[in-house]
């Protein structure tokens, strides 16, 4: 039997999703056998292909591009069943171990809906929702104190991410403010700090200064219900596109932005800025 009649059941798509899940089980269960770079791949090896094809599915979702999604939710897929192929091959757990324990994780934390009798009140704001979940899941891991609510944030988290999560436990136990106002003056508080640090000259007290006022901004953002990562991702954003007009108008001049003064380079800035607003009203 030649390679392609061996393989030949894998060929044709599936039609449901879970002969199709089967089927990516098979192919990966394969490349670990036949492939020299799918079998020296290891869970410490494949955390970096993780992280990037999660980015690379926000930033389909957020391009609203769901061809690009599929592919995407597909290549995170892969991750999955290649992590759980690996612990099938040392007899850790399975990809159905896997998918059964989320399964039992979602009925049990959904209580308003798979346990409600008839009768029975059922929770139904999304605040009640997100406060039994939160009751649940502590109960689940065992939290008993503020410093283990604390301690389940993951340090690997990006440090936006984490700031955010850190600061949703703690007002979870009442430690927030009332409303962004106070977080406001906070934020007023700790830019003054950071003045002071750097007029001291004093490296290690500027750095901390520094963290606090990011952590304080990231504490305004949670309270105006404003995602730190995708605010500063939608800023870069902006800024790469005002730097390629930039480049386009100094090109349509015939020059560069390399060696232009810093005037120069702000006239520029500031006619990127007018160049873009005007495209958007256009396509308005």
């Known amino acids: 039997m030649n390679t392609l009649e061996k393989y030949a059941h894998l060929m044709k798509p599936a039609d449901e999703s879970g002969e199709a899940i089967k089927r990516l089980e098979e192919i990966i269960a394969i490349l670990r056998v036949e492939c020299p770079w799918d079998r020296k791949q290891t869970h410490e ?4 292909p993780l992280i990037e094809e999660s980015y690379e599915l926000v930033d389909a979702i957020k391009n609203k591009d769901f061809s690009n999604m599929r592919e995407e939710l597909g290549d995170v897929l892969l991750q999955v069943v290649f992590h759980a192929n690996m612990t099938k091959e040392t007899k850790k757990f399975t990809l159905t171990d896997v998918i059964n324990e989320e399964c039992e994780k979602m009925i049990r934390r959904h209580p308003h809906v798979f346990s409600v009798k008839n009768g029975e009140n059922s929770t139904k704001t999304v605040d009640k929702v997100l406060e039994k979940w939160q009751n649940i899941k502590r109960q689940e891991k ?5 410093i283990s609510i604390l301690e389940n944030v993951p340090k690997n988290f990006p440090a936006l991410l984490r700031a955010d999560k850190l600061q949703a436990k703690a007002a979870s136990f009442g430690f927030d403010w009332p409303d962004y106002s106070g977080a406001m003056e906070k934020l007023d508080e700790e830019l003054n700090e950071v003045k002071d640090a750097i007029a ?7 750095s901390e200064e520094l963290g606090d006022l990011m952590f304080s901004i990231v504490n305004l953002c949670r309270l105006l219900k404003v995602n730190p990562e995708t605010s500063l991702n939608d800023t870069s954003d902006k800024f790469i596109e005002r730097i390629r007009v930039m480049e386009e108008i100094a090109l349509a001049e015939g020059t560069s932005l390399e060696g232009k003064s810093l005037d120069e380079l702000d006239q520029l800035w500031d006619a990127a800025k007018n160049v873009i607003k005007k495209r958007r009203t256009n396509n308005e």
Do not use: F, P
């Not at 001291?200 to 500027?206: C, H, L, N, P, T």
């Open 45 to 48: 090896s494949l955390i970096t």
């Open 142 to 146: 065992g939290e008993t104190d503020i």
């Open 200 to 206: 001291s000259g004093d490296k290690r007290a500027i």
